[in-house]
């Protein structure tokens, strides 16, 4: 343990049929196809590297599987937690996106037709304060989450609108953002987004 402020690493979960077939999922209990269960092995051994203290994942099957391969490499049993689901996306569930364009022409953003920012919001925030609070001073914790939800998760840990997560890259599967604690001030900030398996040893950096 250090002096060091906390640390988030939240990383998305590996690829599905579903995301192959560019379908909104939602909170549908999708797995992991050869290709996700392969991206999910692969940045199973970065996470380790950041040497986490906590695991936490959405309940979600796609999040859980992925979360098995980091248990494998860290020990940690994941925590899930219904809170860290995708937005739910409602009648778009199942739907390709140009299905859903051609059905739903008015809706727009990640919750319409569904779960609002709002509703998510409220449901996930308090997750992550709680686990933030399970942190002792330089510790770290891995989350195992969902492409849209980890985005606007980000931009209100790190205070900026919720309409700002829109600028951001939608996460590659496996792919992970990190946050780190300014420990003087308690504020987070963003010091990676979308890395991949392929940035070897950057979680012993700090």
């Known amino acids: 343990m ?6 988030l690493v939240l990383v998305r979960h590996g690829r599905t049929a579903w995301n192959a077939e560019r379908r909104f999922q939602g909170h549908a209990d999708v797995e992991l196809d050869e290709v996700g269960h392969q991206e999910a092995a692969a940045v ?3 996470l380790a590297g ?3 203290a906590q695991l936490w994942s959405s309940d979600l099957a796609r999040a859980r599987q992925t979360a098995a391969y980091v248990e494998k490499e860290t020990g940690l049993v994941a925590r899930l ?3 860290l689901r995708e937005f739910d996306v409602g009648e778009r ?3 390709t996106f140009d299905e859903a364009q051609l059905r739903f022409p008015a809706l ?3 919750g319409a037709g569904g779960e609002t920012r709002a509703a998510l919001l409220a449901r996930m925030m308090p997750a992550y304060d709680e686990l933030l609070a399970a942190l002792a001073p330089g510790q770290t914790a891995v989350v195992v989450t969902h492409g849209a939800c980890l985005r606007l ?3 209100t840990l790190l205070g900026w609108h919720d309409t700002v997560a829109d600028s951001l890259r939608t996460m590659e599967n496996g792919g992970l953002a990190v946050l780190d604690e300014e420990p ?4 987070m900030r963003l010091r990676s987004w979308n890395l991949g398996p392929d940035f070897a040893a950057l979680g012993s950096a700090r």
């Open 2 to 7: 250090t002096t060091d402020g906390r640390r």
């Open 44 to 46: 199973a051994p970065q």
């Open 50 to 52: 950041f040497a986490p």
């Open 81 to 83: 937690d219904v809170r």
């Open 93 to 95: 569930t199942g739907l």
């Open 108 to 110: 727009q953003g990640s």
């Open 153 to 155: 998760a980000v931009a």
């Open 184 to 187: 003087a001030t308690g504020a």
